[in-house]
């Protein structure tokens, strides 16, 4: 399925390993999108993921790099948040709520559109949604207590084997970890249950294989830095801002891990609030504010 070209402030970007069959990606010329009908992943010779292929609709193949960003055009975000009633105490109306408290922001009343028809919580696209729900009222809109509801719709689910499904999860105990982190004891049960995949390899050698792998992520973590330095060096204010976004994601992660041999707990806090200050000062710059 072809359609229009969108402007870019009507797209959603994700990092390239989680798009999907059924997304409708921005293509790399700019002229069009086009909707994705498979996704394969291409290993490097070290066995670790260094392409993501998407197949379109048409047959074409288009490759990116993990860890790079791809834009997708969101589904339904025309629909009002209003367009079902959502029954009272329910995920539905809590999101419904809180967009109607932030009617100027598109992300908010976009996400909000596509999960008004009801919120399975064991659909991998509605986690991301409700991960991406709480991540931007944490970063764009500073509503620290709806981004902790939001992020507790995640928190409160088990860790059940689906690593797809498992990183939005993931995501959410990261949030509510950050927004806890006076509370020390609430603080840490989010933490604790954000590891519980770590144990998850049952197989002696494999798991000692993977807790080394988690490790060398965990002490030199990929926070973007030549992606953020290009995009502020070409002036790309928008670009670098989706880029800080994706970098407060993994500070956040690695705080709620407990930090690494590298990066302590305090320094990650201290980093994060650059960060949030970081994105602020970009989205001034953005509106002309």
Known sequence: MMVNRMDRTGLR????????????????????????????????DFGVPALVVATLADGRQVRIATGSMAYLVPVDSELGVSAVAADHGSPEELVAQIAQAHPDSDTLQGVAARLARGINLKSGSNLQDLHQFAL??????????????VADLLAGLPFDGNFGRW????????????????????????????R???????????????????????????????????????????????????????LLYLRAHGGSETLSRDVLERRIAAELAAVTALDGRLTGR
């Open 13 to 44: 970007a994700v990092p390239a390993e989680v798009v999907v069959a059924g997304d409708v990606l921005a293509l790399p010329d700019g002229d069009a999108t086009a909707e994705v009908t498979g996704i394969a992943v291409v290993n490097d």
């Open 136 to 149: 931007t009222l944490l970063v764009d809109e500073g509503d620290t207590a709806s981004a902790l509801s």
């Open 167 to 194: 990183k939005w999860i993931e995501g959410g105990l990261a949030i509510a970890a950050y927004l806890t982190r006076h509370d020390d004891a609430r603080s840490a049960r989010y933490s604790a249950a954000l």
């Open 196 to 250: 519980a995949a770590d144990d998850a390899e049952t197989d002696p050698l494999r798991a000692k294989t993977a807790a080394m792998y988690r490790q060398r992520q965990l002490n030199e973590p990929n926070v973007y830095d030549p992606e953020i330095l290009r995009a502020s060096a070409a002036g790309r204010t928008d670009v670098e801002r989706d880029w800080r976004v994706l970098r407060i994601g993994v």
